[in-house]
């Protein structure tokens, strides 16, 4: 599928057009929306809380975590007087439910296991307000920190979406960038300063962003607001997307760095730290009598600080008193037995508060209508039952709809009574699927129209491959597709080998594409266009053909020293099926992991007989032995020429550093700190070890052999043990 295929949302509305079509009692169940989307909401301005009608049309979808998912939209109307709403500009709006089913049941597990509670910014309208309340506040007070509140993104107005079943908000679009990888031959001198940040530091953007994220959280702590700071704890290793540099900013590295996220994802359980940082703040909550964190604030130092900074915090009087109404009615509507204690068994008024936050919960989830909430409103029997009921998974969620929706009730007599309209539920549910896989590329237009109509093949190819990654799904599925990725593979290789134009047209497509991303600045890109036809860069364009032809090597001798280990241990030890698959796979997996690799040595040989063929040492003397590692190897050239042209070089190996952190769950989050150290170990280290060399060149020599000495006993005792375990018995 190209890229075109995957965004393009008219399949999708013809999908959701023809689920319409079949009649059916129950809404459609929407995931996200797609560009193009035009929504209506009826909306609340943060400050003041006045009520508005917005339109607005989706442009793009940004990201999706645990906390929501994100689009850039135009606001095409807006009725009403919310301040700082204007029609024609760009917005973010976030609707606070993760667009992935197991994000968002993984979310919700942790947060009822915390609250036991549904996940109140999503359901409930204090917490949603309570949110973006104190963003503003926050925005405000920015101003004593760092002296502009646009150092914090401002926030507009909340929202109910009826289709996502989800609250949202609405904020200030941030034209910004995450990092700029940087090119550091001093890395172990780059904490060595004193006071203001020198200016001629070779990391002076990511020194600046730490520094700022820990004047946040500093801030935050001062406002009473600790665990809305662990949205900036800086070793949680996932909070650095949170702080973007504006574009407008670019030519400071130390101006325009903004914080756009207040919004925390997942509840932080004492026996669930989920980061190095979370260790600490575990402990230091236990300290302070918080078993459980999310987003509980300190209502005494809050009002400390207000009174302290009243002329800084002026107009928002109204914004601090809401604050503190919602923030009471927020907290009483969770029974949160950590919190409350014995209060739940000895105070009507917070049980009954309860009872009305469950009951909102029921209402904005759609398992109750507003007919049957006003019952349970009033009775005082029924509820206790369902709020049982409601704890059974799966099963409580069905019972409470089928009691409280008589919507859901309707559609489950006619599923029940008529075969026709059965057929009709299956379809419904089947084009719900086809429209999430075809939005993450696993159908082809084409394929998603057949399947609507074919239920045994679309339920066989749910059950076998519906589970695989999406682009492995699609490629088992649709042979077209499979013969044109491989036509395009071979293609590719061809013509990178053997083309030049072509291969100069690729490296300005990724600089123009990095140029997009903020990895690259205007005169950057200008320059690695006006020096294309340099010859270093000539001969990095070749070596980068023979690598890509070098890829496969290593997987092709895993599969055939892998097959040659299990038919030696059929053939010749005897050993089981089981055991010889075994040592096979466990042969496979070494060449995979090994430090210098089949692949690598290919690349290796070829980069000596350039340096043989060219009589040239100075232009291959870190590329030469860099090559022989596996996968660190595609780094050589960048390493290379990082004197000859250090944008370049930076670029290439922040790519990379990207497509590897990526493959790390949770943790290889775009512009997360990973990604920096990855970069930081693998370019910028040997890089800071050949200044070494030059300046302090008796220290680093000794270091090599002390090195050198413990790779080779580690050898050496890997070795043995090798040797004695493959003694024949």
Same mark, same amino acid.
């Given at each position: 599928m190209t890229e075109h295929e995957a965004s393009s949302p008219a399949l999708r509305r013809k999908l959701e057009g023809q689920f319409q079509g079949l009649g059916l009692v129950r809404p459609f169940r929407r995931a996200c929306y797609d560009p193009g989307d035009r929504l209506e909401y009826e909306a609340t301005g943060v400050v003041p809380a006045m009520e508005g009608r917005i339109t607005v049309e989706v442009e793009r979808f940004v990201g999706g975590g645990f906390a929501g998912q994100v689009y850039r939209v135009k606001l095409l109307d807006a009725e009403g007087p919310i301040e700082g709403l204007e029609p024609g500009k760009h917005y973010a709006i976030k609707i606070l439910k993760p667009p992935s089913g197991p994000a968002r049941l993984f979310r919700n597990v942790l947060y009822f296991l915390a609250y036991q509670s549904h996940f109140g910014p999503q359901v409930n309208p204090d917490a949603v307000r309570v949110g973006v309340l104190w963003q503003k506040l926050i925005r405000r007070a920015a101003v004593t920190r760092f002296g502009d509140p646009a150092a914090v993104c401002d926030t507009f107005a909340t929202f109910y979406d009826d289709g996502a079943r989800s609250f949202g908000e609405i904020n200030e679009w941030v034209d910004g960038r995450i990092w700029r990888f940087e090119v550091d031959d001093r890395l172990f001198a780059r904490w060595r300063f004193r006071g203001e940040l020198p200016e001629d530091h070779n990391c002076p953007e990511y020194v600046s962003k730490k520094q700022f994220m820990d004047d946040l959280v500093?801030?935050?702590?001062?406002?009473?607001?600790?665990?809305?700071?662990?949205?900036?704890?800086?070793?949680?290793?996932?909070?650095?997307?949170?702080?973007?540099?504006?574009?407008?900013?670019?030519?400071?590295?130390?101006?325009?760095?903004?914080?756009?996220?207040?919004?925390?994802?997942?509840?932080?359980?004492?026996?669930?730290?989920?980061?190095?940082?979370?260790?600490?703040?575990?402990?230091?909550?236990?300290? &302070? !009598?918080? *078993?459980?964190?999310?987003?509980? $604030?300190?209502?005494?130092?809050?009002? /400390?600080?207000?009174?302290? @900074? %009243? #002329?800084?915090?002026?107009?928002?009087?109204?914004?601090?008193?809401?604050?503190?109404?919602?923030?009471?009615?927020?907290?009483?509507?969770?029974?949160?037995?950590?919190?409350?204690?014995?209060?739940?068994?000895?105070?009507?008024?917070? &049980? !009954?508060? *309860?009872?009305?936050?469950?009951? $909102?919960?029921?209402?904005?989830?759609? /398992?109750?209508?507003?007919? @049957? %909430? #006003?019952?349970?409103?009033?009775?005082?029997?029924?509820?206790?039952?369902?709020?049982?009921?409601?704890?059974?998974?799966?099963?409580?969620?069905?019972?409470l709809k089928l009691w409280g929706n008589d919507l859901a009730r309707q559609h489950l007599l006619r599923c029940l009574t008529s075969c026709r309209y059965l057929v009709k539920a299956m379809e419904g549910s089947r084009i719900e699927t086809l429209v999430a896989w075809h939005r993450r590329g696993r159908v082809s237009d084409d394929r998603a129209m057949k399947l609507v109509?074919?239920?045994?093949?679309?339920?066989?190819?749910?059950?076998?491959?519906?589970?695989?990654?999406?682009?492995?799904?699609?490629?088992?599925?649709?042979?077209?597709?499979?013969?044109?990725?491989?036509?395009?593979?071979?293609?590719?290789?061809?013509?990178?080998?053997?083309?030049?134009?072509?291969?100069?047209?690729?490296?300005?497509?990724?600089?123009?594409?990095?140029?997009?991303?903020?990895?690259?600045?205007?005169?950057?890109?200008?320059?690695?266009?006006?020096?294309?036809?340099?010859?270093?860069?000539?001969?990095?364009?070749?070596?980068?053909?023979?690598?890509?032809?070098?890829?496969?090597?290593?997987?092709?001798?895993?599969?055939?020293?892998?097959?040659?280990?299990?038919?030696?241990?059929?053939?010749?030890?005897?050993?089981?099926?089981?055991?010889?698959?075994?040592?096979?796979?466990?042969?496979?997996?070494?060449?995979?992991?090994?430090?210098?690799?089949?692949?690598?040595?290919?690349?290796?040989?070829?980069?000596?007989?350039?340096?043989?063929?060219?009589?040239?040492?100075?232009?291959?003397?870190?590329?030469?032995?860099?090559?022989?590692?596996?996968?660190?190897?595609?780094?050589?050239?960048?390493?290379?020429?990082?004197?000859?042209?250090?944008?370049?070089?930076?670029?290439?190996?922040?790519?990379?550093?990207?497509?590897?952190?990526?493959?790390?769950?949770?943790?290889?989050?775009?512009?997360?700190?990973?990604?920096?150290?990855?970069?930081?170990c693998f370019f910028n280290l040997p890089l800071s070890i050949k200044r070494g060399f030059k300046t302090h060149p008796v220290r680093w020599a000794l270091i090599a052999v002390f090195a050198a000495c413990a790779v080779a006993g580690v050898v050496f005792l890997g070795y043995g043990w090798v040797s004695e375990w493959w003694q024949p018995k």
């Open positions: 500093a801030l935050l702590h001062e406002m009473g607001a600790g665990e809305l700071a662990r949205q900036y704890h800086w070793w949680t290793m996932k909070s650095q997307p949170n702080a973007l540099k504006r574009m407008s900013a670019d030519a400071s590295p130390r101006a325009g760095l903004t914080a756009i996220d207040f919004r925390a994802g997942l509840a932080l359980l004492p026996f669930l730290p989920m980061s190095p940082a979370d260790l600490w703040l575990i402990v230091k909550g236990l300290c &302070r !009598g918080r *078993i459980v964190q999310f987003d509980r $604030t300190d209502p005494k130092r809050f009002r /400390r600080f207000t009174g302290e @900074h %009243a #002329e800084e915090l002026a107009g928002l009087e109204p914004a601090v008193e809401e604050l503190g109404k919602r923030e009471r009615a927020y907290r009483a509507s969770m029974p949160d037995v950590t919190a409350h204690h014995v209060r739940l068994l000895v105070s009507p008024d917070l &049980r !009954g508060s *309860i009872k009305r936050g469950a009951i $909102t919960s029921w209402r904005n989830l759609g /398992r109750i209508d507003a007919t @049957h %909430a #006003e019952k349970l409103d009033r009775g005082t029997l029924l509820f206790p039952l369902l709020y049982v009921l409601s704890f059974i998974p799966f099963l409580g969620k069905a019972l109509h074919r239920p045994v093949r679309y339920w066989t190819e749910r059950i076998l491959v519906g589970w695989l990654p999406a682009r492995l799904h699609r490629f088992l599925t649709d042979p077209p597709y499979a013969w044109a990725r491989m036509r395009e593979a071979v293609s590719f290789t061809v013509k990178i080998l053997r083309v030049p134009a072509f291969r100069e047209e690729y490296l300005l497509q990724q600089v123009s594409r990095g140029h997009e991303e903020g990895m690259l600045t205007e005169a950057e890109a200008a320059r690695v266009e006006r020096e294309i036809k340099d010859p270093y860069i000539q001969k990095y364009l070749r070596c980068l053909a023979v690598h890509v032809c070098t890829v496969p090597v290593t997987q092709v001798v895993m599969v055939v020293v892998g097959a040659a280990v299990v038919a030696y241990c059929l053939a010749y030890k005897q050993l089981s099926w089981t055991a010889s698959m075994g040592y096979g796979t466990a042969a496979a997996a070494a060449i995979q992991l090994m430090p210098i690799s089949p692949g690598s040595i290919a690349r290796g040989l070829f980069v000596i007989f350039m340096m043989i063929r060219d009589r040239d040492v100075k232009n291959y003397y870190i590329a030469a032995p860099v090559s022989f590692l596996h996968v660190i190897g595609y780094l050589a050239f960048p390493l290379q020429m990082a004197s000859h042209n250090a944008a370049l070089a930076r670029f290439l190996a922040g790519k990379w550093t990207i497509g590897l952190v990526h493959l790390v769950p949770v943790f290889g989050e775009r512009g997360g700190l990973l990604e920096h150290w990855v970069f930081d």
